[in-house]
């Protein structure tokens, strides 16, 4: 019976678009290597509505029938798609560092080395390259420098080899974003460039349901936040806007959840001031996260609200909200940013006078710091730690001046010219404290006349306020 119904709804167009149906039919009709076929068509199509959980099961359904058959080229070259094909959704369902999708991808990667040991090599030349990707977001939200630069490398080097665009596009913008992490801007940016110059939406587009994302919007969304440590605001800004814009026109929601999840890790609108753009972005991703039971960005847009709170003068409620984030980023394996936000937190407990709190938060992040060689955002840390130093009842004035040369050392070595910009400030304001305002002045003057775009920004205004109250 369950045959006759199968083969009657294959035979059926409208009955053929619910694979689903029709895989559950052919395994009850004992019909495997079918079923497998149907199974994976399930999956895939759940991916391209976006159901995540959905394909996730239906990719693992297929999964668990292959293991019930003997081995056979044939199958094992399902087996391979279809390991390859799970990885995406639990990106999104778990988390690009979470047990079940580190594990996915391990199997995925002795799987193809299997293959190719037998002589059987996989006929889609992609499928490597999805697993290696795997494994850099992996090591990526885990934070794992050394291994991220290292696997972007290999990356680079086989896409070379290779000579295809989509190798090449995805190999140019994980370089970039590896870059980023560990400080090296301008090399950064260079590979986002190159990665942008190659992308084709009539081409690239329809690969946003494997990767996980559509791979233009991914390198706008990364390029953006460079822009803005570069001192360059407008472009910045034009970049987000392009990336979001794409991202709503793309109808894929594992697009728009990437881009406005990373984008809350280093968001433009908030480095701006434009905190209620910055909250709605915030509110969208966790509607969308609750509504696909994509549990990896709900710890990220929590935290970033936490953050929105404390720079609106909700101090009480961000802290209790950026502690929440933390907890819930680090249950799905993400360690991303860490020490940014952990010092967000501490200024916060600063302001609320939790003095101890806020220097049990510096010390966390400046030994992650230490330990993962994550440098993007180490002048930030430092100039935090020197203002809440600043803050403190028993405020010492020598570590706080220690701590923005710090930071200023870090972001002039970095051309990190925002995060200069603040350091600048922030001992600008020391020294005023101190009576030194020709020193202040003149520290901060020639920083600020580097700027040449988009002086609505809050760092530009505050900067230049304070030049005036420096000039009398």
């Known amino acids: ?19 689903e149906l029709l895989a559950h039919h052919f395994s009850q009709a004992n019909m495997i290597e079918t079923a497998v076929e149907w199974w994976g068509k399930a999956g895939h199509k759940s991916l391209e509505r976006s159901a995540l959980v959905e394909a996730a099961q239906q990719f693992t359904r297929g999964l668990d029938q292959i293991a019930t058959l003997p081995a056979t080229p044939a199958l094992r070259r399902e087996e391979i798609n279809l390991q390859v094909a799970l990885i995406s959704p639990l990106i999104h369902v778990k988390g690009y560092a979470a047990p079940e999708t580190k594990a996915a991808v391990e199997r995925a990667r002795q799987l193809i080395e299997q293959a190719e040991a037998l002589g059987e090599p996989p006929e889609d030349p992609l499928l490597l390259f999805f ?4 494994l850099w977001t992996a090591a990526f939200v885990s934070i794992n420098c050394d291994m991220v630069v290292d696997l972007a490398r290999q990356f680079m080097s086989l896409a070379k080899k290779q000579g295809r665009p989509v190798p090449l596009l995805v190999a140019h913008r994980i370089m970039g974003v590896s870059l980023m992490l560990i400080g090296d801007l301008e090399g950064s940016r260079a590979h986002f460039d190159h990665g942008i110059a190659l992308y084709d939406p009539a081409q690239h587009r329809p690969l946003a349901a494997r990767f996980g994302h559509d791979l233009g919007v991914a390198a706008l969304t990364w390029r953006s936040p460079l822009q803005w440590l570069c001192g360059r605001a407008e472009s910045a800004t034009a970049d987000a806007n392009q990336a979001l814009n ?10 728009l959840m990437y881009c406005l999840g990373f984008s809350n890790w280093l968001p433009i609108n908030f480095l701006l001031g434009n905190y209620a753009a910055a909250s709605a972005q915030a509110q969208e991703l966790l509607a969308l996260a609750g509504e696909k039971n994509a549990s990896f960005w709900i710890g990220p847009a929590t935290m970033f609200q936490g953050c929105i709170l ?8 961000a802290v209790q909200m950026i502690a929440s984030g933390l907890t819930a980023s680090q249950a799905t394996g993400n360690k991303m940013w860490l020490p940014l936000y952990t010092c967000y937190l501490a200024k916060a407990y600063a302001e609320l006078g939790k003095f101890a709190d806020a220097r049990r938060c510096v010390d966390e992040a400046t030994l992650t710091l230490g330990t993962t060689q994550e440098t993007m955002f180490e002048a930030e840390v430092r100039r935090i730690a020197g203002e809440i130093e600043m803050l403190s009842p028993e405020s010492n004035a020598a570590k706080a001046e220690a701590c923005f040369e710090r930071a200023l050392m870090v972001a002039r070595g970095q051309q990190a010219r925002s995060w200069e910009l603040r350091a600048t400030m922030s001992m600008a304001r020391l020294w005023r404290s101190q009576g030194k305002r020709d020193e202040a002045r003149d520290l901060l003057a020639p920083i600020y ?23 009398f």
């Open 131 to 134: 697993v290696l990707y795997g």
């Open 310 to 317: 404390a720079a609106t003068g909700k101090t009480s409620d």
């Open 246 to 255: 794409d991202a709503r026109e793309s109808g894929h929601v594992g697009t």
């Open 1 to 19: 019976m369950h045959r006759g119904v199968a083969e009657l709804l294959r035979d059926d167009v409208a009955g053929a678009a619910e694979p």
């Open 449 to 471: 006349n580097w700027f040449t775009e988009d002086f609505d920004t809050a760092d530009l205004k505050e900067a230049k306020a304070l030049l005036g109250e420096l000039a």
